[in-house]
């Protein structure tokens, strides 16, 4: 049995931090009131417990991810980590506990109250990296081609491989302000770095700004305005991506 503990389990944001704090609840037994990362941290109420990153400790949950629930449920749980959503890391650890005693059958359980939400936090992020692989927008600066994006969850690894297989020859960066984080692939190699300071795209040269404005006059020109559906285009295009889209940009 699992008791509920009024402490709050406060990590690294990594994933190995994560694992270690799914090793210290099956440790104690316990279900901690909430998981969160340590930066940006509000004291509450509740005792605070610091659970350091244990690469070793990290390993044995990662493999027994594994062993023990199969390729459908490391999947599941990779990328529902990937969610910005607050509250995914005690669900992933409520599902985990569901999940190991009934092994790789547990990921199929769809309608359960621990795999349902779980569910939901995949959805949200293969969602949003399956509308970035339109919406993205590159820019050229001297041979590079660079894009900002600003989406809810983190999506760069999945966007990695549609890009990188898509451009194999350019050399290019994707810069996730709100995550901090960069995707830089250069000379047929790819590689994540973190963002210190504010990230700005520097103005564009004559010739990019050129074939911006035939992007744009391209966009206008195919506008049918007695049939023009606001609401619908922000239903399939949503307004918060806009901001990064180079036909878009003027409407914000």
Sequence with gaps: MYRQADVVYLYDSSWQGFLCCVFEAFFRREEPF??????????????????????????????????????????????????????????????????????????????SEAVAPVLALEKAVTGEAHLLKGFLRFQEYDGLLAARITPKHYVLPLLRGHFCS????????????????????????????????????????????????????????LTIQARENPRCRMTHCPKRYWENMTELQHLV
């Design 166 to 221: 898509r451009f194999p020859e350019e050399n290019f960066l994707i810069c996730d302000v709100t995550h901090r984080a960069v995707l830089l692939y250069r000379d047929h190699a790819a590689s994540y770095l973190e963002l210190e300071g504010e990230f700005q795209l520097p103005p564009v040269g004559e010739e990019e700004a050129r074939l911006q404005r035939a992007w744009k006059r391209f966009y206008e020109t």
């Design 34 to 111: 909430v998981i969160c990362p340590a930066r940006g941290f509000s004291p509450t109420l509740y005792e605070s417990r610091f659970i350091d990153t244990d690469p070793e400790k990290a390993d044995r949950v990662d493999r027994s991810i594994d062993e023990k629930l199969g390729p459908r449920a490391r999947e599941l749980v990779s990328l529902a980590f990937l969610n910005g959503s607050e509250g995914k890391e005690l669900a992933l650890l409520r599902f985990l506990r569901f999940a190991y005693p009934r092994g790789r059958r547990a990921p199929w359980f769809l309608g």
